[in-house]
């Protein structure tokens, strides 16, 4: 089973080695700075370690920036190649995400990756029972994918904070936030591993990375560079 490092040993540690091929693992985090930071340090290592393979990168908001795949490369020898093994889809639709991987299949992958995963669906016009069966499907579906073609695949999720609702008369944000909790709920129970990255400090770019699922105690921190993540 191949692991691509995520480039911090300290989240190595904790992940038995890395991200591992055949498996869904489920990023969870209220920054997309450390979401997307831990994404595009794994598409580099991916590409640098796996040269014969794609790294598919599906962008739900159209947030994906080549620059910074650039500003993580170590080795400026290395950018063109790396940046050919990188492709970027951009997912406009529910129907679009949930066919990604039949397409993503012909370029060979050795990882994919969802940035926030659970966007569309929170969006869609039908929060419903049908929606819901439609994501299971969705996971159930990538879950195969990973298994019979030893692909490591990332899910990344956005979490609110803990922060209680100071207004309770904000009726529809409440809605918004708890169809969120239900859908994160719904990926936690059908992803292999699920790691959660939570902010040390409020305006700083440290972070403490923990296993939820397989729970485990240790943590371990880290922060993100312009060019790359680094143990703290």
Request: glycine share 4%.
């Amino acid at each position: 089973m191949p692991i691509i490092t995520t480039g911090s040993a300290s989240i190595d540690g904790i992940l038995g080695g890395g991200i591992r091929t055949g498996l869904i693992t489920n990023i969870l985090s209220d920054s997309r700075d450390a979401r997307s930071g831990l994404c595009y340090s794994l598409c580099v290592n991916a590409a640098i370690y796996y040269k014969d393979s794609s790294i598919i990168f599906g962008d739900t908001q159209g947030f994906f920036r080549p620059e910074k795949i650039l500003s993580y490369i170590k080795k400026e020898q290395d950018s063109d190649s790396i940046l050919h093994q990188i492709r970027s889809i951009r997912l406009m639709s529910t129907n679009v995400q949930m066919v990604l991987v039949n397409y993503a299949l012909n370029l060979h992958p050795i990882l994919i990756i969802i940035d926030n995963f659970s966007y569309l669906f929170l969006n869609e016009k039908k929060k419903s029972l049908s929606l819901q069966f439609r994501l299971r499907k969705h996971l159930h579906d990538l879950a195969i994918y990973a298994m019979e073609n030893d692909i490591a695949i990332v899910l990344t999720n956005s979490i609110s904070s803990k922060r209680e609702n100071k207004r309770p008369e904000d009726i529809f944000e409440k809605r918004i936030l708890s169809f969120n909790e239900l859908l994160n709920n719904i990926i936690s129970n059908l992803t292999h591993v699920s790691l959660e990255l939570k902010a040390v400090k409020v305006n700083e770019p440290r972070y403490s990375a923990g296993l939820l699922k397989p729970l485990a105690s240790t943590k371990s921190h880290f922060m993100v560079r312009s060019d790359g993540l680094y143990d703290c």
